[in-house]
């Protein structure tokens, strides 16, 4: 399968020979392969693993897994742990939807810092007929019934040559390891119904049915493409880009036939969906400041222009301390970390330092905002309190709670952060050295 893969690679122009791949990979069999296969042709190339803590001990079995196979492969390993559900609850989406967007955001800030020039996923052809059965379900315009595009901007998808029963046979070949997602079996999802039970009765009908749709597939994208050129053109014209911050020229979309269509093509990149799009279309000649969202940015109509900013996506993310690391910023506060003996040390009386028995943690320490259900043992007492309850205690202001952060030792809260520490990680006369962490705003 190594030379079909390296032949798709080709015709298909995904990457050239020295440019850096970031594979995303969860640990399935799909990312298992696609990782060999890239370790085989002796590609470049590093992997990013989301944990998007939505199964508990599994999800953090399979970062242990895929940091494990990196280290096999000798290759980076960037891993990130996202509040999924919180974002979810936020932007009144579904978890699906919210854990593709945290994790595309992710990877193209890994693409801007580490070098690289693609993220590759491991979708296959099985994939596509899926994504094509959803789309019409679901309702879609063009660009949902040409499938899986093996290329879209930075994103590459080096395996859609396969189906998944050649996956299977592969990695018994190659005697290769993954981890199986227990949710895969769940027809609660949308796709794994799909999957489960919609694909087998078609292929009843139809036993080529990967193949038909492959030609069909093909077709559609070929008439996609030269809507595309349309399009591009018309990106060329009205988007100006600053920064971070994308302007629209109100002169030039008054003048489109169909600007409904032709805005959403547009703003999709945004996370937009057709309805908006409508929605903004029908205001172009309104006064200005009308607002509209989507899960990862904001649009004003300004006088002449819409103006689009991207949302802080950055809470959602569960930061990380190494134990060798002297300091953590996000953007509410930083700390400065170190480790000092023990003896002499003078315990500060301030809530913004954490004095912590160093021999009673377990790093990497996570950092991430509280949530409804944790709890900890307040300094000088043993038993559990709710964070809740401590912050209503303290009377934390209502619009302050949401600021508060907490550090974690393996699952045990160790501080929250700039108010009080665990009991169970406080310094005794059995501590050899002291964790310092120190908060600044």
């Known amino acids: 399968m190594l030379d079909r893969f390296i032949t798709y690679i080709r015709e298909k122009a995904l990457f050239g020979p020295e440019e850096k791949v970031l594979l995303a990979v969860s640990g399935g069999i799909d990312s298992a392969v696609l990782l060999h296969l890239f370790a085989e042709a002796g590609f470049s190339f590093g992997v990013a693993h989301c944990n998007f803590g939505l199964r508990g001990e599994e999800s953090d079995a399979d970062e242990a897994f895929v940091k494990k196979l990196a280290k096999k492969y000798k290759v980076p390993v960037y891993t990130e742990q996202f509040e999924t559900a919180a974002f979810a609850e936020r932007e009144k989406i579904s978890v699906q939807m919210a854990a593709r967007a945290l994790r595309y955001e992710w990877f193209g800030q890994l693409l801007r810092t580490e070098g690289y020039a693609y ?80 694909v087998p009765l078609l292929k009843g009908l139809n036993p080529n049915l990967e193949e038909t749709l492959a030609g069909t597939t093909e077709r559609v994208g070929a008439v996609e493409r030269v809507f595309a050129a349309r399009i591009e053109a018309l990106r060329g014209s009205a988007l ?28 999709k990149a945004y996370h937009f969906n057709y309805a908006q799009a409508g929605d903004v279309a029908a205001v172009l000649d309104a006064e200005p400041g009308k607002r509209f969202e989507s899960p990862t940015h904001t649009l004003v109509k300004d006088r002449d222009q819409l103006v689009i900013t991207p949302k802080p996506l950055a809470p959602f993310r569960t930061g990380k301390l190494d134990a060798d690391q002297t300091s953590f910023e996000n953007e509410v506060f930083r700390l400065a970390a170190g480790t000092v003996p023990v003896a002499g040390y003078k315990i500060s009386t301030s809530p913004k330092v954490a004095a912590l028995d160093l021999q009673t943690l377990r790093f990497p320490l996570r950092i991430r905002r509280w949530k409804e259900g944790d709890w900890f043992c307040p300094l000088g007492m043993t038993s559990k309190k709710k964070i809740s309850d401590f912050l209503i205690d303290e009377k934390v202001p209502l619009n302050l709670k949401e600021r508060v952060w907490v550090l974690l030792s393996g699952d045990s809260i160790a501080w929250i952060i700039g108010h009080r520490i665990d009991n169970r990680f406080k310094i005794t006369e059995k501590t050899e050295s002291v964790f310092e962490l120190s908060m600044v705003h």
């Open 119 to 198: 993220v590759a996923t491991a979708h296959h052809r099985n994939d596509t007929v899926e994504t094509v059965l959803l789309n019409l379900v679901r309702g879609t315009g063009i660009a949902g019934l040409h499938g899986i595009l093996p290329k879209n901007g930075h994103v590459i998808r080096p395996m859609l040559f396969v189906d998944k029963e050649t996956l299977y046979d592969f990695v018994v070949e190659k005697q290769l390891v993954w981890r199986e997602d227990s949710s895969n079996e769940s027809n609660g999802y949308g796709r794994n119904l799909v999957r489960n039970e919609v």
């Open 240 to 267: 100006r880009t600053d920064g971070e911050v994308h302007y629209l020229s109100l002169s030039v979309l008054r003048t489109e036939p169909e600007p409904r269509i032709e805005l959403h093509e547009l703003l």
